[in-house]
């Protein structure tokens, strides 16, 4: 397991992209775990993204498993099940 600056907890949380409720993919499913991910320096390049200090914070839906990466600065905000999704965002 790795930690995200201090964000990780063993339940899934919800997240808001831009203050926007986010769901995945594929399945529509709202609890996602978040994971650091290191972009090698090739891949950073390729996107454009050496600004992005190579890493990208990856979003595991839950329930179907599907990685959603962020690499930009507007990172996805997470919210435990106690906060729930922040006023607007639903
Ligand atoms: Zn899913």
Same mark, same amino acid.
Request: with cysteine; glycine share 10%.
């Given at each position: 397991?790795? *930690? /995200?600056?201090?964000? /990780?907890?063993?339940?899934?949380?919800? *997240?808001?992209?831009?203050?926007?409720?986010?769901?995945? !993919?594929?399945?529509?499913?709202?609890?996602?775990?978040?994971?650091?991910?290191? !972009?090698?320096?090739? =891949? *950073?390049?390729? /996107?454009?993204?050496?600004?992005?200090?190579?890493?990208?914070?990856?979003?595991?839906?839950?329930?179907? +498993? &599907?990685?959603?990466? /962020?690499? +930009?600065?507007?990172?996805?905000? !997470?919210?435990?099940?106690?906060?729930? &999704?922040?006023? =607007?965002?639903?």
């Amino acid at each position: 397991m790795i *930690a /995200f600056m201090g964000l /990780f907890e063993s339940k899934p949380l919800l *997240a808001t992209v831009l203050g926007r409720a986010f769901r995945c !993919l594929v399945c529509d499913h709202a609890w996602f775990r978040p994971r650091e991910v290191k !972009l090698n320096s090739t =891949g *950073a390049e390729l /996107f454009g993204l050496a600004w992005a200090n190579a890493s990208a914070l990856g979003l595991v839906c839950d329930e179907c +498993g &599907y990685v959603h990466e /962020f690499a +930009g600065r507007n990172r996805p905000q !997470l919210w435990n099940e106690k906060q729930g &999704y922040p006023e =607007g965002a639903e």
